[in-house]
């Protein structure tokens, strides 16, 4: 009976963790991603499109940034939309091929991305708190309308704070990959 409460609670705990994945692969190391092109929008034949469905991105190197496009009169288009995107960097174009250096990142913005990152972190727990708090008062609904008894309601409260004891390590420990990666030179 319970084990419905605690398969929801696991439930709104991987949505936490999968946001902070999510939002986490915007936050600028000092190394190329294309992720960090994820929400720029292209103006194609006057229709906002991401810029991954009007071109080819590829990493070719660790601090730039490539983007092909498919038709070669987007290329002006593509390079505004980058701008407008204000993501500090600077598009140079061949004619062909866009290319975006991905600058090298000083030590006080590396600080402060590394903030960025822990509150982002602290954003998931709250998540998987509020799911944990959710799941406690579902196990106390199902006691009081005697659907488990004292002991069945202690049992799963019990295994829903170990389930989200593992979720907050996990959590823990992706930002800590993505600080040291944000420390990296």
């Known amino acids: 009976m ?6 929801k609670a696991r439930s709104g705990m991987d949505k936490a963790v999968e946001s902070l994945k999510k939002d986490m692969t915007k936050v600028r190391t000092g190394r190329a991603s294309t992720s960090l092109l994820d929400d720029v929008m292209v103006d194609y034949y006057g229709t906002p499109t991401p810029l ?5 991105l590829a990493v070719p190197e660790p601090r730039l940034i490539t983007i092909q496009p498919w ?3 987007l290329l002006a288009d593509i390079e505004r939309a980058i701008f407008k995107a204000d993501l500090g960097l600077n598009p140079t174009s061949d004619g062909n091929l866009i290319r975006l250096v ?3 990142m000083t030590e006080e913005r ?3 991305m590394g903030k960025v ?3 982002m972190g602290e954003d998931a727990k709250v998540g998987v708190r509020s799911a944990r708090r959710d799941a406690n008062d579902g196990m106390k609904k199902l006691e009081k309308n005697k659907e488990i008894s004292e002991d069945d309601l202690k049992r799963g409260e019990k295994e ?3 389930v989200t004891d593992s979720y907050v390590a996990k959590i823990d420990d992706l930002v800590s ?3 040291k990666e944000i420390m990296e030179i």
């Open 2 to 7: 319970y084990n419905d409460v605690i398969k």
């Open 110 to 112: 590396r600080k402060e």
């Open 160 to 162: 829903i704070q170990d």
């Open 52 to 56: 991954n469905q009007v071109g080819t």
């Open 117 to 119: 990152v822990r509150k």
């Open 102 to 104: 991905i600058p090298p």
């Open 177 to 179: 990959q993505k600080e």
């Open 71 to 73: 038709e070669k009169k």
